[in-house]
């Protein structure tokens, strides 16, 4: 769902011109779908209902709960750093900061899971996941431009990630439903965003852009981003951060494997660079999520 989504949001920024207005059009997208389940499903609705009684018992923490700003602040780190040194650097800035910040988070106790030892098992699982990136993107590597400044955007971006998805796992605790979860993300993202592409017009000048063309495909990137956070919600309590970072990585990589094989872009080929790197990070997860 991963790569299926910046494949759709990338299409959708090509015809727009605009990644944090495409973004915006894709969260909106979701929200929507979202707020048709609230309105039809009574278990959603309760799911939402229990949130508000979770905070006042203080079985769940208010700074819990607008969790999908994050996904906004990521959508802007992802803007920023990828029209400075494109999509290969910046996917191994991102993992970098992702499986970093999962160790730390389950280490802390962010995540619902009870605190996770920062084990050197679990420090190899992600140094093999973030070599395994930087394999499957060295081919794509010729004529990037290194920034400082977007590789650590792309980092914190990273960081911003394993943190949404720790607090995405406290509120699904609380509200026993995914759905009612990811309702709330998409509510806050949706908000974020719109308010990023305000500031862009009113202060710097951007111009609101509506595509005229394009693929149908385009528009499903807030279903693509809406199926991935559900399952975020559901996995992050069972597993953790760091172990449901390093599967979407493989899965991410797989998809973008068989994406390369079946409809690839800009006359991309597969790589045995790619091929390596999907085997990598499939290392990963069977090192980072064995237990004794």
Do not use: K
Not at 72 to 87: D, E, K, P, R, Y
């Amino acid at each position: 769902m991963n790569a299926l989504q910046a494949r759709a949001n990338g299409e959708l920024t090509r015809h727009i011109g605009n990644g944090v207005q495409a973004a915006l059009i894709s969260f909106a997208t979701g929200l929507v779908l979202l707020s048709i389940a609230l309105v039809v499903s009574p278990s959603v609705r309760s799911g939402v209902t229990r949130l508000p009684h979770a905070v006042r018992s203080g079985a769940l923490a208010w700074w819990a709960l607008p969790a999908g700003l994050l996904g906004g602040a990521f959508i802007a780190c992802q803007s920023f750093a990828t029209a400075l040194m494109g999509v290969a650097l910046f996917s191994v800035g991102m993992v970098a900061g992702q499986t970093v910040n999962s160790i730390i988070v389950d280490r802390v106790g962010l995540s619902p899971i009870s605190r996770t030892s920062a084990t050197g098992r679990r420090a190899m699982a992600a140094g093999i996941a973030i070599l395994a990136v930087v394999v499957a993107a060295s081919g794509r590597l010729s004529g990037a431009q290194l920034s400082a400044p977007a590789l650590a955007a792309a980092f914190v971006g990273g960081c911003l990630v394993a943190v949404q998805q720790a607090l995405n796992g406290r509120v699904t605790v609380a509200s026993r439903q995914p759905i009612a979860t990811t309702w709330l993300n998409f509510v806050f993202g949706t908000v974020g965003l719109a308010l990023g592409v305000a500031v862009g017009v009113v202060w710097f000048g951007a111009q609101l852009t509506a595509p005229t063309s394009g693929p149908w495909w385009m528009y499903l990137g807030g279903l693509f981003g809406l199926i991935f956070i559900v399952t975020a919600s559901w996995a992050v309590p069972r597993y953790g951060v760091l172990v449901f970072a390093l599967v979407t990585i493989a899965g991410q990589l797989s998809a973008a494997l068989l994406l390369d094989l079946v409809a690839p872009v800009g006359g991309n080929t597969v790589q045995w660079t790619l091929l390596a790197g999907v085997a990598l990070t499939f290392a990963a997860v069977g090192v980072g999520a064995r237990r004794a």
